[in-house]
Every structure is written in C-alpha cells, then in structure tokens.
C-alpha cells in the first residue's frame, strides 16, 4: 500500500510563492512516477507536472515557466510555485504511477488573492 501527504498549501498574494511537498510511504519502486495535479470544484482534475524516474519532467502549458517540479528521492516531491496567480486557486494533488497503480493524496489547498 502507498500513502502519499501533500503540505505546504495556503493562502498567497498573487505574484507570490509557495513550495509544496509531498511525501510518500509504504513500496515505492524507483521506477514509480511522481506527478503533481490540481482541481477546481465542478471540474476535472488538471495535470501540472511530472517527474518520471530517469528524471525526466514535463510541464502543463498553464505552469510551464512558473513552477518547478523536483523530487529528492522516490519518496519525496516537491513543487515550487512562482508568479502565482489567481487561476492557480485549486486543490493540489500528488500522484504516484507504479505500473498498473496510481495513487493519490488527500490534496493541500492554494488560495491565491489579488
């Protein structure tokens, strides 16, 4: 069983920044992906951005040049948020593919005000 704990949200002014954690328990396989997403009520869950496990990222459009995406180990992800703006107001979810498997968080809360 994989557990995954995001942290880090809260309220920002727009422009600002915040980091965003997640951390991972349970077998997580070096080979598992890592990746962040967000949702808004009434909408589908939106990717953000991934880290795979020879390192490789990618990026949404919507982020691409804000934020960072960084993984220390298998079981830790970060996401360094810059330039945010009030579109960026969503639930954020860490996810985990290994194999077949996604897993997710329980999500951390951005609020972004003008």
């Known amino acids: 069983q994989v557990r995954l704990v995001e942290s880090g949200g809260g309220s920002v002014q727009a422009g600002g920044s915040l980091k965003l954690s997640c951390a991972a328990s349970g077998y997580i396989e070096g080979s598992c992906g890592l990746a962040w997403y967000r949702q808004v009520p009434r909408k589908e869950r939106e990717f953000i951005a991934s880290?795979?496990?020879?390192?490789?990222t990618r990026y949404s459009n919507s982020v691409k040049g804000r934020f960072a995406i960084s993984r220390y180990n298998a079981y830790t992800l970060y996401l360094q948020m810059n330039s945010l703006k009030t579109e960026d107001t969503a639930a954020y979810y860490c996810?985990?593919?290994?194999?077949?498997?996604?897993?997710w968080g329980q999500g951390t809360q951005v609020t972004v005000s003008s």
């Open positions: 880290s795979s496990w020879d390192g490789a």
């Open positions: 996810a985990a593919d290994c194999g077949p498997k996604r897993y």
